[in-house]
Nanobody, 123 residues
């Protein structure tokens, strides 16, 4: 089992940047697939980015491609989401998720979730 804690959210102006971190407790962090999701008010939670455990391949939602970068530092049990050129539409609570199974982009593919961190992008 793994526990996830997100940090790094906040208020930023449009065009700015933030880096979110996802700190994991427990061992074998390198065995987990990692995903970032977000949920805006009144909307369903959606996939943002993911990184596989085996080869470190990364995957992005079209809406964030070329602006966001997901990475992981297994030695520190931490995953990151670098967010650049932020837009007001990126405003949401961002969640880190992890799973030992096959990589996926759906909520059902992840058994473990953090509590979320708020990102607000102003105009």
């Amino acid at each position: 089992q793994v526990q996830l804690v997100e940090s790094g959210g906040g208020l930023v102006q449009a065009g700015g940047s933030l880096r979110l971190a996802c700190a994991a407790s427990g061992r074998a962090f390198n065995m987990y697939q990692i995903g970032w999701f977000r949920q805006a008010p009144g909307k369903e939670r959606e996939f943002v980015a993911g990184i596989s455990r085996s080869d470190g391949n990364t995957y992005y939602a079209n809406s964030v491609k070329d602006r966001f970068t997901i990475s992981r530092y297994n030695a520190k049990n931490t995953a990151y989401l670098q967010m650049n050129s932020l837009k007001p539409d990126d405003t949401a609570v961002y969640y880190c998720a992890a799973d030992l199974g096959r990589f996926g982009t759906l909520l059902m593919h992840y058994a473990y979730w953090g509590q979320g961190t708020q990102v607000t992008v102003s105009t």
